[in-house]
C-alpha cells in the first residue's frame, strides 16, 4: 500500500513536471512568433526612377524636399535631413538662392518608408523644371532621416484658407510645410528661428498667393527664412 501511494504521488508530480514544461514550451514559441517583425510588401517599381529635388539649409544642417506633382507616382510631400559628403555642398545651398538635383535611379519608396538611403545625385543652380546650370556631377547625398511625409490624394480643393505643418526641429528652431492642395495651389516651405507662437492657418488673397504676402501673414511666428517656393498649376508635371 505505501507503493502505491508512494507510486502515485510520484506520478501526479510527473504529469505537473511534464505539464510546466509544455506551458513554458507554448508561451516560449507564442512570444517568438508574436515578436518577429511584420515584413514589408517588397517596393512599388513606379517607384523606381530619378527623382527631382530642392536642396535647403538652415545655419548647420542641409534639407532636401522631393518637387511634387498632383499626379502618381510623384504626388508626394517630403521633406529630408541630408548629408553630403564634404562642405561645398553645403555652402553652396546656403549662399545661393535655389539649389536643385536631380538623383541617381533609385526607388523612392526607400525615402517613403522612413529608410536612411545614400544616392548620387547631379547638382544645378537654379530651378531643375525650367533653367538650371550644372554645378556638381556624382555627388554622394545621404538621405539621414525623414522629417515630414505626406501623400498627396484625396486633398482639399484649392480655395483662400491656407493651413502649414509644423516640423520641430530643436528647441528653438521650426520649419513650416504648406499643405498642398489641388491645382491651383503652391508648395511653400519656411524656417522659423527662435520660434513663437505661430498662427498656421490663414487666408489670403487668392489660391495662388505671391510668397511675400505668405511671410506677412507668417510674421510673427518668428525670424523668417523662405527656404523653398514653387507655384503647382496641375500642368504638366504639376508646374
Known amino acids: 500500500m505505501l507503493y502505491s501511494h508512494v507510486s502515485q ?30 515584413q514589408p510588401p517588397p517596393l512599388d517599381p513606379k517607384f523606381m526612377r530619378q527623382h527631382k529635388m530642392v536642396l535647403m539649409s538652415s545655419e548647420s544642417d ?16 517630403l521633406v529630408y535631413l541630408v548629408d553630403a559628403k564634404g562642405p561645398n555642398l553645403f555652402y553652396l545651398v546656403r549662399d545661393a538662392d535655389r539649389v536643385t538635383i536631380m538623383t541617381d535611379e533609385f526607388n523612392l519608396q526607400r525615402l517613403i518608408r522612413e529608410q536612411s538611403v545614400e544616392v548620387n545625385v547631379q547638382v544645378y543652380l537654379g530651378d531643375i523644371t525650367k533653367d538650371a546650370t550644372p554645378v556638381y556631377t556624382d555627388i554622394p547625398l545621404n ?7 505626406r501623400k498627396l490624394d484625396d486633398i482639399e480643393p484649392s480655395g483662400l ?18 499643405r498642398i492642395k489641388n491645382a491651383p495651389s503652391f508648395d511653400h516651405i519656411v524656417l522659423v528661428e527662435e520660434a513663437k507662437y505661430c498662427v498656421t492657418q490663414f487666408f489670403t488673397s487668392n489660391a495662388l498667393p505671391k510668397q511675400e504676402e505668405l511671410l506677412m501673414k507668417l510674421l510673427f511666428c518668428g525670424s523668417l527664412k523662405p527656404m ?11 508646374f
Open 143 to 149: 538621405f539621414v532621416k525623414q522629417l515630414y511625409y
Open 161 to 178: 484658407r491656407q493651413t502649414y505643418d509644423v516640423i520641430e526641429l530643436n528647441s528653438q528652431d521650426r520649419m513650416l510645410v504648406h
Open 62 to 77: 542641409l534639407f532636401a524636399t522631393f518637387i511634387p506633382t498632383l499626379n502618381e507616382p510623384n504626388n508626394q510631400q
Open 9 to 38: 504521488k510520484g506520478g501526479i508530480t510527473m504529469n505537473i513536471f511534464r505539464y510546466v514544461v509544455l506551458s513554458v514550451f507554448f508561451l516560449s514559441t507564442s512570444f517568438a512568433y508574436a515578436e518577429e517583425p511584420k
Open 228 to 238: 523653398h517656393f514653387n507655384p503647382i498649376t496641375g500642368k504638366k508635371d504639376g
